[in-house]
């Protein structure tokens, strides 16, 4: 079967993961990459053994051979890409956060709702099983009438020394719960009071806490905070409780099932998300961007994730946002 020849628009750290990813599935082609650094164009280039190489994301999409792209810019460069894509006839694999503004959010999924192309925004937590079987045992009913819900998702300061001036952990990690809550549950935030804490002052704020009362008077927590010691023994710091009338489900990810211990201490290397095994990514996010790749061979749209459902992500955090900016309880209207 023929490759989906894919391109990359943006290649900042993740944009390179991407790379790596693809260039691991058998049925896609690393068919072109897109940056406005040329000697950063050409070292992602030559490392892939990429042909197609472009500074302006217009050309690139002039290419009537290239059938589909990831948009891994930065967050609030999402949508001019991805809807110069989709009007280009492209399918377009969007990382998460889908935009910075709800009325980006629903520009794109205007576009992606007219396009012919498929629309996809990479909420890579759908596909670590562990949340995939949370979410199967909330659809089968398992815990009843769902009460309350925890998400914890921390990570150490310096991964996000260089991360805070461009997006907070309210919105830049929140918004993995946030999808994986709203997903499980099937239910919608209506109010949040959030808090912040700014330690470093790099532009946006350390730690977020953020407390959502759901439709169905449930309530929901997040708990973001991106200050954790650098000796951390993990690089994410990850769990989630859904309790219910029923029974309750419980998701951890902070010291999973292989550890290391040398000279430095303990530490815990991914082995979810896109550990490195045998000279390739494999995990959730290889599995997300194959899953989108077959979608186009079958001609089948993808339906894991729907573009609605990710703008609901971004809205509800950017609520939040909202909310420890002004010191008060913000309404969310649906």
Not at 157 to 168: A, C, E, H, N, S
Request: proline share 5%.
């Amino acid at each position: 079967m023929e490759r989906v020849r894919h391109g990359v628009i943006g290649l900042g750290w993740f944009g390179e993961k991407h790379c790596e990813a693809l260039d691991s599935i058998p049925n896609v082609e690393l068919f072109a990459v897109c940056t406005r650094t040329e000697s950063r164009l050409e070292e992602v280039a030559e490392r892939f053994g990429v042909e197609h190489a472009y500074t302006d994301y217009n050309e690139m999409l002039q290419n009537e051979d290239l059938q589909s792209v990831s948009i891994t810019t930065m967050w609030d460069q999402h949508a001019e890409p991805a809807i110069a894509s989709l009007e280009a006839g492209k399918h377009v694999f969007c990382e998460k956060p889908m935009a910075s503004t709800v009325e980006d959010c629903q520009r794109m999924v205007d576009a992606a709702n007219a396009a012919d192309g498929y629309f996809m925004v990479g909420h890579i937590c759908r596909f670590n099983p562990r949340y995939a079987m949370a979410k199967r045992q909330c659809e089968e009913g398992k815990l009843g009438r769902i009460v309350s819900m925890y998400a914890r998702r921390n990570i150490p300061q310096w991964v996000t020394t260089d991360i805070l001036p461009k997006i907070g952990p309210i919105i830049g990690d929140g918004v993995h719960d946030m999808d994986i809550m709203l997903w499980c549950s099937g239910l919608k935030p209506v109010k949040v009071y959030a808090k912040t804490v700014d330690i470093r002052g790099l532009g946006n704020p350390d730690i977020g806490w953020s407390m959502f009362e759901m439709d169905n008077g449930a309530v929901a927590v997040l708990e973001n905070a991106w200050f954790l010691p650098d000796k951390t023994a993990m690089q994410i710091d990850e769990r989630m409780e859904i309790l219910g009338t029923d029974g309750s489900v419980h998701v951890q990810e902070v010291a999973p099932a292989f550890a290391v211990c040398d000279d430095e201490g303990w530490s815990y290397p991914d082995t979810t998300y896109w550990p490195t095994i045998h000279g390739r990514l494999h995990g959730a996010l290889p599995a997300e961007l194959r899953y989108f790749a077959d979608c186009i061979q079958l001609g089948e749209e993808p339906s894991i994730i729907t573009p609605e459902e990710s703008m609901a992500a971004v809205k509800a955090c950017l609520a939040a946002r909202e909310s420890a900016a002004a010191g008060k309880e913000i309404e969310i209207d649906w």
